[in-house]
Structure formats: structure tokens, C-alpha cells
């Protein structure tokens, strides 16, 4: 079974568009993250959550907004999409938020905005 | 500005070759350190870390890293690289809240 598993893999959606991406994660973690890798590769985190609660917002656009049903889920939905937000976003989690905690990451989910 | 230096963008080896890939931080403190490597289409994969202790960190498929505190480095070995090493490989430290800053990634191609 996948550990940290997302949906959908790949999105393709034109510009305006309000999608979402869920994850999920079967380690029993407390704290899932949303990264972002653009197309030069660079890996920035969005958000973490930990029981649930926002531990981390970095800058991004208030059109995405994560969603933290259970501690097994961190969802993240974007409203009106621009092209500049094509990119892979990945799901991961840890078994606590301290610094230290081995990160898993998902398989990351592929967005290409038109 | 803190961050996570990987110093070589591309790296174009032969099969059996040594690699080293450079890291360096600039984050103060007590800091936690990884590699990880993102074959192809693919998530990236935990290869080693280093929280504490031996300084010399060995991981999966034969590599490993060695933490030279005073250097604020982290290096990434390899002594016979193989064809399917051919990944993206990302140094990465983790601050406060497990918040995870990543250098900008070094491409590998290792031609067979």
C-alpha cells in the first residue's frame, strides 16, 4: 500500500478553473505538508499541519486554501487558477512537526493550467 | 539569506565514476540534514540523513554523506556511480517545525 498517496496524478484544467488535489497518508502522522516544485525543480513548502492545526503558511496566493479533515488527510483546493500555477505539487508527512522527523513524500500530482 | 546551496546544476559522469555533489547551509544553529534523489517522473526518495552523531552518514545504493559542521557542508558521495543513478538529487535541512528548505536540486546524467 502507498503510503503518502495523492490524487489525481496528472491535471490538466484551463485558466479559472477552482480544482482540488487530495492526499492521504497511512503512516499514522501527525503533520502533512504541501509542497510545490516548479519547472526548474525548486521545491518550496506551502503548509504543514499538525493534528489538523496550521503549523507552517508560507507566502503563497490566498486562492489555495488546505483542508485538514483528519490528521490523515490535508487536502488542497485552488480557486481561479493562473498559468503560473502549473507545476508539481506534493503531499508528504512526518510523525511529528519536530525538526528532525523523516519527511515521506507522495508520488506528487502534475498540474498544467491553460 | 539562509539557505541551502547545491553547487553544481548538472552533472554529466560516465558509468564507474566517483561522484560528490556539494551542499552547504547557512542556517545557524542545530540543523537537520538529508539527501534526497527524484528519479525521473517519480517522488523523491529519502537516500540518507544526518541528525546527530557520526558525521560520516551512509544511506541507500551506496551513497553517502559526510557533515563538515565547521564548513556548514553536507556532501553527497558516491564512489562507482551506474547508469540508473540518473535522478535529480536534492540536499535539504530542516528547521523549526520540521520545515523543510531545499538546495535547487543537482541534475545527474550518467551515460553508460
Known amino acids: 500500500d502507498t503510503a503518502v498517496s495523492q490524487t489525481p496524478k496528472y491535471l490538466v484544467t484551463q485558466m479559472g478553473n477552482d480544482k482540488s488535489i487530495k492526499c492521504e497518508q497511512n503512516l499514522g502522522h501527525d503533520t502533512m505538508y504541501w509542497y510545490k516544485q516548479d519547472s526548474k525543480k525548486f521545491l518550496k513548502i506551502m503548509f504543514s499541519?499538525?493534528?489538523?492545526?496550521?503549523?507552517i503558511n508560507e507566502t503563497v496566493p490566498n486562492r489555495f486554501s488546505p483542508k485538514s479533515p483528519d490528521k490523515a488527510h490535508l487536502n488542497l483546493h485552488i480557486n481561479s487558477l493562473e498559468l503560473g500555477d502549473s507545476a508539481v505539487y506534493f503531499c508528504a508527512s512526518s510523525r511529528g512537526e519536530a525538526s528532525g522527523n523523516t519527511i515521506y513524500f507522495g508520488e506528487g500530482s502534475w498540474l498544467t493550467v491553460v | 539569506a539562509q539557505s541551502v546551496s547545491q553547487h553544481n546544476h548538472h552533472v554529466i559522469l560516465s558509468e564507474a565514476a566517483s561522484l560528490e555533489l556539494g551542499c552547504n547551509y547557512s542556517y545557524g544553529g542545530t540543523v537537520n540534514l538529508f539527501w534526497y534523489v527524484q528519479y525521473p517522473g517519480q517522488h523523491l526518495q529519502l537516500l540518507l540523513k544526518y541528525f546527530s552523531g557520526d558525521p560520516l552518514v551512509k544511506g541507500i545504493k551506496g551513497f553517502e554523506a559526510e557533515f563538515i559542521k565547521s564548513k556548514f557542508s553536507f556532501n553527497l558521495r558516491k564512489p562507482s556511480v551506474q547508469w540508473s543513478d540518473t535522478a535529480e538529487y536534492f540536499c535539504a535541512v530542516t528547521l523549526n517545525n520540521n520545515d523543510m528548505r531545499f538546495g535547487a536540486g543537482t541534475r545527474l546524467t550518467v551515460k553508460p
Open positions: 499541519y499538525n493534528n489538523k492545526e496550521l503549523i
